[in-house]
Protein backbone atom coordinates (compact mmCIF):
# COMPACT_ATOMS: atom_id res chain seq x y z
CA UNK A 1 0.00 0.00 0.00
CA UNK A 2 0.72 3.37 -0.85
CA UNK A 3 1.81 5.87 1.97
CA UNK A 4 2.38 9.45 1.32
CA UNK A 5 3.30 11.98 3.78
CA UNK A 6 4.19 16.07 3.78
CA UNK A 7 6.65 17.74 5.05
CA UNK A 8 7.55 21.39 5.47
CA UNK A 9 6.95 25.01 7.57
CA UNK A 10 3.82 25.53 9.25
CA UNK A 11 4.25 29.25 8.54
CA UNK A 12 5.11 31.59 5.64
CA UNK A 13 5.69 35.12 5.55
CA UNK A 14 3.44 36.97 2.84
CA UNK A 15 5.58 37.44 -0.14
CA UNK A 16 8.31 34.12 0.57
CA UNK A 17 8.23 31.07 -0.98
CA UNK A 18 6.11 28.50 0.49
CA UNK A 19 8.27 24.93 0.14
CA UNK A 20 6.62 21.43 0.77
CA UNK A 21 8.21 17.96 0.00
CA UNK A 22 5.84 14.65 -0.01
CA UNK A 23 7.56 11.57 1.08
CA UNK A 24 6.59 8.74 -0.43
CA UNK A 25 6.54 4.50 0.71
CA UNK A 26 5.24 1.47 -0.53
CA UNK A 27 5.83 2.56 -4.53
CA UNK A 28 8.36 4.12 -6.67
CA UNK A 29 6.95 8.19 -8.11
CA UNK A 30 8.72 7.08 -11.37
CA UNK A 31 6.77 3.73 -12.06
CA UNK A 32 3.57 3.94 -14.15
CA UNK A 33 1.64 2.73 -11.38
CA UNK A 34 0.27 6.28 -10.16
CA UNK A 35 0.62 10.38 -11.42
CA UNK A 36 1.56 11.76 -8.02
CA UNK A 37 -0.94 15.46 -7.16
CA UNK A 38 -0.54 18.23 -4.89
CA UNK A 39 -4.13 19.74 -3.68
CA UNK A 40 -4.87 22.33 -1.13
CA UNK A 41 -8.21 23.24 0.91
CA UNK A 42 -8.35 26.40 2.23
CA UNK A 43 -10.63 26.93 5.34
CA UNK A 44 -13.79 26.50 4.58
CA UNK A 45 -13.59 25.68 1.20
CA UNK A 46 -13.19 23.10 -0.98
CA UNK A 47 -10.58 20.80 -2.75
CA UNK A 48 -8.41 22.48 -4.95
CA UNK A 49 -5.95 21.28 -7.26
CA UNK A 50 -2.39 22.95 -7.43
CA UNK A 51 -0.25 20.77 -9.75
CA UNK A 52 0.75 16.93 -10.67
CA UNK A 53 4.29 15.32 -11.58
CA UNK A 54 3.73 12.10 -14.00
CA UNK A 55 5.85 8.97 -13.05
CA UNK A 56 7.82 10.19 -15.99
CA UNK A 57 8.99 13.58 -14.47
CA UNK A 58 6.44 15.75 -16.73
CA UNK A 59 4.70 18.57 -14.64
CA UNK A 60 0.91 20.20 -14.98
CA UNK A 61 -0.17 22.89 -13.19
CA UNK A 62 -3.70 24.44 -11.98
CA UNK A 63 -4.13 27.68 -14.72
CA UNK A 64 -4.97 29.72 -11.68
CA UNK A 65 -1.45 28.84 -9.65
CA UNK A 66 0.93 28.66 -12.73
CA UNK A 67 3.00 31.86 -12.45
CA UNK A 68 4.00 31.14 -8.98
CA UNK A 69 4.22 27.19 -8.95
CA UNK A 70 7.03 24.90 -9.62
CA UNK A 71 6.99 20.84 -8.95
CA UNK A 72 9.86 19.06 -8.98
CA UNK A 73 10.78 15.46 -7.77
CA UNK A 74 13.89 13.85 -6.23
CA UNK A 75 13.81 10.00 -7.35
CA UNK A 76 16.52 9.06 -5.60
CA UNK A 77 14.67 9.48 -2.06
CA UNK A 78 11.54 9.13 -3.81
CA UNK A 79 10.36 12.51 -3.06
CA UNK A 80 8.26 15.05 -5.01
CA UNK A 81 8.46 18.93 -3.80
CA UNK A 82 5.65 21.70 -4.44
CA UNK A 83 6.95 25.29 -4.24
CA UNK A 84 4.36 28.41 -4.34
CA UNK A 85 5.82 31.54 -4.42
CA UNK A 86 4.62 35.16 -3.98
CA UNK A 87 2.32 33.54 -1.25
CA UNK A 88 -0.24 35.64 0.35
CA UNK A 89 -2.67 34.77 3.40
CA UNK A 90 -5.04 33.65 0.80
CA UNK A 91 -2.38 30.71 0.19
CA UNK A 92 -3.57 29.64 3.77
CA UNK A 93 -4.80 25.87 3.77
CA UNK A 94 -3.97 22.18 3.94
CA UNK A 95 -1.92 21.04 1.44
CA UNK A 96 -2.42 17.52 0.71
CA UNK A 97 -0.11 15.17 -1.65
CA UNK A 98 -1.93 12.67 -3.23
CA UNK A 99 -1.57 9.55 -5.82
CA UNK A 100 -3.59 8.83 -8.61
CA UNK A 101 -4.00 5.22 -10.10
CA UNK A 102 -6.05 6.08 -13.35
CA UNK A 103 -3.93 5.71 -15.87
CA UNK A 104 -3.99 9.39 -18.34
CA UNK A 105 -5.44 10.99 -15.92
CA UNK A 106 -2.68 14.27 -14.65
CA UNK A 107 -5.05 16.77 -13.63
CA UNK A 108 -7.88 17.73 -11.07
CA UNK A 109 -8.20 17.22 -7.39
CA UNK A 110 -11.14 13.99 -7.57
CA UNK A 111 -10.50 10.00 -7.29
CA UNK A 112 -7.09 10.14 -5.57
CA UNK A 113 -6.01 6.36 -5.07
CA UNK A 114 -4.05 7.49 -1.84
CA UNK A 115 -3.41 10.70 0.45
CA UNK A 116 -1.39 11.81 2.75
CA UNK A 117 -2.81 13.19 5.97
CA UNK A 118 -1.70 16.71 5.03
CA UNK A 119 -0.14 19.61 6.40
CA UNK A 120 -1.81 23.44 7.53
CA UNK A 121 0.71 26.08 5.99
CA UNK A 122 -0.66 29.56 7.57
CA UNK A 123 0.38 32.43 5.60
CA UNK A 124 0.92 35.55 7.89
CA UNK A 125 0.91 39.17 6.71
Known amino acids: QVQLQESGPGLVKTSQTLSLTCTVSGGSITTNDYNWRWIRQPPGKGLEWVGSISYSGNTYYSPSLKSRTSISRDTSKNQFTLQLSSVTPEDTAVYYC?????????????????WGKGTLVTVSS
Open 98 to 114: AADGRPGWTKGAQGMAY
